[in-house]
């Protein structure tokens, strides 16, 4: 029997080392053969090969949110948020024929420079500040989620592993840059197909259950595969405690078409790609990864729960320990180390692109901003300088984060936040992009009534709300308050501007979408 140590063999100790030591390798290798430029650090000088950047979009994409929060939601629920997934094939078939050409012709680094050009500094500040805050958010989820498995599976302490996790993925991003952040994501996006292939099938497989696929059939019949209600009625919207597939669906849309159209962790991937031939492809390509990933994980819980139901095992009362339980007590020696590395290996590579794009825009959209006469050396060392302070902020939302026993699963929690943090952004990126009428005083109007709006919606709902006005509460379903955000942003914007009027810039043409335009024009 291989010696143990705290739940891990020796063997799983050594696979995890191995993975590391590769990660910081290419970390090290990068920063030795950089130019030490803000265009290499941060955007690789678009030189980016088309199948690494559609890796890299993928990596960004799942993080161990995905191998352990989804699991958890499946067992405990169902796959409600499957139909949202299906989703992302249609958001990124339009963002790659048409947005992705037309950041790589309008914008240099930072996404949000386009929105400087269309409606000026102030809606800059404001679509770079709510990403700021949400990626920021995410990472401190991604951490948490990886500091459960590890906690779950070795029995360390969840804080000290928060720590150690989020130190090393801040060294080797500071040190490498972008570059670091594409190759690692390459092997590490190879470890997580990987990874979710094997624990698939041991569970498909698992002579514990019973016959082949016997874990599914259970599932099946405790109605793990559905994808929630159907139910299409005004009454639906005002349920509070279940949300139907078509509100997650919504809420999704929302999401992927805020993530790859706004965020600047997934537009840098556009612009690190050698052509835009090569972008538009590298998205595709990355969207054909990411779905069967996803939904494949949600899979993996309801395979979970059919595996537990069969074995008679007792599952953890924590839902987002579900996953980490099952490795550390039913997988053997070597296997749990490649399924650990694969989960580090998510998590590392959403952060590490999380804390780059983070350090790009605080670069691009405000320091270069308020001063512009600093050396290009200088603008580096504030880039390594915001990973540094990002990294260690991201850790203390993750200890505000850590799950407690019978408390609602992450991915569900986060669904939510992440939804409201966007106030508004995309709506204010379409009104710019598809209206040429659109105004600075529409959006910043636009702006102000989604603020308000929100902090309304947030503050007058729940059972008990932070302010109480009775019947002017907001009584609907939390998860639409953003999505009502990024519709209060365009409408409203949309209306003032024709009502009113106000300053558009010159070259607005060129900052508009603008459909009986061929997609090749916007090569030129």
């Known amino acids: 029997m291989t010696e143990s140590v705290q739940g ?16 910081a390798g290419i970390g090290i290798w990068i920063s030795i053969r950089s130019k030490k430029s803000t265009a290499d650090y ?5 030189g980016v090969p088309q199948w690494a950047v559609a890796f890299t979009l993928m990596a960004t994409l799942i993080s161990s949110n995905t191998l352990v929060a989804h699991p958890g939601v499946v067992f405990q629920k169902s796959m409600i948020l499957v139909p949202g997934f299906l989703v992302l094939p249609i958001v990124l078939v339009l963002v790659a024929f048409f947005v992705v050409p037309f950041y790589r012709r309008v914008v240099g680094l930072s996404a949000y420079e386009y929105i400087g050009k269309r409606f000026g500094f102030g809606g800059r500040v404001y679509t770079s500040g709510g990403f700021l805050i949400d990626r920021t958010f995410d990472t401190g989820v991604t951490l948490v989620t990886t500091a459960v498995v590890v906690n ?13 996790t989020g130190i090393f993925i801040i060294i080797y991003t500071m040190i490498g840059g972008i570059q670091a952040v594409v190759w690692t994501d390459v092997v590490q996006g190879i470890i997580l197909m990987g990874g979710g292939a094997l624990i698939l099938g041991i569970l498909l497989f698992s002579p514990e259950a019973g016959e082949p696929f016997a874990v599914v059939k259970e599932a099946w019949s405790a109605g793990k595969f559905s994808f929630g209600s159907a139910e299409i009625s005004f009454s639906s919207l ?7 597939m078509w509100m997650f669906m919504a809420a999704m849309a929302i999401i992927w078409s805020r993530k790859y159209i706004c965020d600047q962790n997934m537009v840098q991937r556009y612009l690190i790609a ?4 090569e972008a538009r492809k590298a998205t595709l390509v990355g969207a054909a990864l990411s779905v069967p990933i996803l939904v494949g994980f949600n899979l993996v819980g309801a395979c979970l729960y059919g ?3 069969l074995t008679h095992a007792v599952a953890p009362s924590v839902r987002d320990e579900i996953f980490p339980h099952f490795i550390s007590n039913f997988l053997p020696t070597g296997v749990v180390g490649l399924i650990l590395a694969a989960i580090l290996a998510a998590s590392m590579s959403s952060i590490s692109s999380d804390l780059n794009s983070i350090a790009t825009v605080i670069n691009k959209d405000y320091f270069q901003w308020f001063f512009p006469n600093y050396s290009d050396r200088v603008r580096l060392m504030a880039g390594r300088l915001t990973v540094l302070i990002t990294g260690l902020l991201a850790a203390l939302i993750a200890v505000a984060m850590i799950p407690r026993e019978n408390s609602e699963p992450i991915a569900t929690k986060a669904l939510v936040i992440a939804t409201i943090i966007s106030s508004g952004t995309l709506g204010l990126f379409l009104l710019g992009f598809l209206t040429k009428r659109a105004t600075r005083t529409g959006a910043y109007v636009g702006i102000l009534s989604c603020v308000m709006f929100t902090l309304w919606g947030i503050g007058t709902s729940g059972e008990t709300p932070f302010v109480d006005i009775g019947v002017l509460n907001f009584s609907m379903n939390t998860i639409l308050i953003g999505i009502f955000g990024q519709i209060i942003v365009f409408a409203v914007g949309y209306v003032v501007s024709l009502a009113f009027g106000g300053y558009r810039p010159e070259d607005c043409e060129n900052l508009v979408f603008r459909l009986n335009r061929k997609v090749d024009d916007f090569q030129n």
């Open 8 to 23: 891990l063999s020796i063997i799983d100790y050594a696979i995890i080392a191995i993975y590391l030591i590769v990660i």
């Open 42 to 46: 941060f955007i690789a000088n678009r």
């Open 152 to 164: 779950v599976i070795t029995g360390w302490a969840i804080l000290p592993v928060i720590l150690f």
């Open 238 to 244: 005002f349920d509070t405690e279940d949300r139907t």
């Open 274 to 277: 050698r052509s835009d031939h």
């Open 307 to 309: 595996f537990y139901e």
